[in-house]
């Protein structure tokens, strides 16, 4: 298996613009999971979806962010307008329900200017 | 709430042992877990432990759990250079019927040749 994919996997854009990051989990696997990580704040769980379902939202920093996972294998996490306090890497993980490991993809590098 | 504190930073000489500490501050956990990133990647699941084990060893990685003092630790045996990065400890708890990671600031670890 390719383990999970993201892409892009580096974002430069200028403040106000929507940015879309992509995200395809390990194939079987029914949890994925957006996660922000910066130096000052570290590691913050965003969104977890279940069986395509938004089940937990409340790390989501404001309307600014939305995700979507409309199938198994593929979502996207937006952020419209992007602001420069947005930058920071943005992995994307996923996990088996039964399982409680997750399984993290490389991460996207947004920098927003 | 759940809280897991690291030390931030850990220097070791090739050849040595390291030992990479740990506390959670939430009883209940079901598993605790150890993760390894390397610079530009994501975070690549090491080991786990079940809450009602003591102890786990893999190859060169042992991992000691207290429950009763609520301290996780990761020792590598005969670290190298290629054991350099940062290391995250996360506990894992039932929450609404899916399992909540908390991960911690993470320990860069640094190995000397």
């Known amino acids: 298996d390719a383990g999970v994919i993201q892409s892009p996997r580096h974002e430069v854009t200028e403040m106000g613009q929507e940015v879309t990051l992509r995200c395809k989990p390990i194939s079987g696997h029914n949890s994925l999971f957006w996660y922000r990580q910066t130096m000052m704040r570290g590691l913050e769980l965003l969104i977890y979806?279940?069986?395509?379902?938004?089940?937990?939202d409340s790390g989501m920093p404001e309307d600014r962010f939305s995700a979507k996972m409309p199938n198994a294998s593929f979502s996207t996490l937006k952020i419209q307008p992007s602001e420069p306090r947005d930058s920071a890497v943005y992995f994307c993980?996923?996990?088996?329900?039964?399982?409680?490991?997750?399984?993290f993809g490389p991460g996207t590098r947004l920098t927003v200017t | 709430g759940e809280d897991v504190e690291q030390s931030l930073f850990l220097s070791v000489r090739e050849g040595d042992s390291s030992v990479i500490n740990c506390t959670y501050t939430d009883s209940s956990s079901t598993y605790l877990y150890w993760y390894k990133q390397e610079p530009g990647a994501g975070l690549q699941l090491l080991t786990y432990i079940f809450s009602n084990m003591d102890m786990k060893q893999d190859q060169r990685l042992t991992v000691l759990l207290n429950k009763k003092d609520k301290h996780l630790s990761l020792r590598i045996a005969d670290t190298q250079t290629g054991d350099s990065a940062i290391y995250f400890c996360a506990e894992s708890l039932n929450s609404g019927g899916y399992q909540k990671v908390t991960f911690g600031t993470g320990t860069k670890l640094q190995v000397i040749p």
């Open positions: 979806f279940n069986n395509n379902v938004p089940i937990d």
């Open positions: 993980a996923s996990s088996l329900q039964m399982e409680t490991g997750r399984y």
